[in-house]
């Protein structure tokens, strides 16, 4: 059982233009006369931004665990030429309602695009393990007790 919560991988690509030219810090590894190589939300709106329903002390945590993302992996990022593999794994998303990261909208382009066997919804921001984390966990044990349960039925 595959969970995809929020990867950005599939048209789901933040666009944080409406907060302005400097939404992103970025990292140039390879130089600054070369394309960047990481990025991360800006600290000043990781509150605004990422972390908009979790509790301030979460947000306080999360902004100095925060490490930049590796641009090229989540842009490049695909499955081989054989999707027959992947299509072989059930998969669910679990959508974060109050996401101003990868907006709703484009959590639906993504489920669209490559759906899913279940969609679960959650009323919280980009990171529910922080917002919700009892919901979120819950959620997941639910998840994957009825994988097993469909797997032991399966196997009879």
């Known amino acids: 059982l595959q969970i995809i919560i929020n990867i950005v991988l599939v048209q789901g690509t933040p666009d944080l233009s409406s907060y302005g030219e400097n939404a992103y810090e970025l990292g140039f590894g390879k130089g600054t006369n070369n394309p960047p190589t990481s990025a991360k939300v800006a600290t000043h709106l990781l509150r605004e931004v990422v972390y908009n329903t979790s509790p301030p002390e979460d947000c306080t945590l999360a902004a100095m665990l925060l490490k930049p993302g ?24 679990i959508k974060t309602m109050q996401d101003n990261v990868v907006k709703p909208e484009q959590q639906d382009a993504m489920i669209k695009r490559w759906p899913p066997s279940k969609v679960y919804a959650l009323d919280c921001d980009h990171s529910p393990f922080f917002s919700s984390p009892f919901l979120l966990s819950g959620l997941l044990l639910n998840i994957a007790a009825a994988a097993a349960a469909a797997a032991a039925g399966s196997s009879n």
């Open 70 to 93: 590796p641009i090229m992996a989540l842009q490049s990022a695909r499955f081989d030429d054989d999707h027959e593999a992947a299509e072989g794994v059930e998969r669910v998303y």
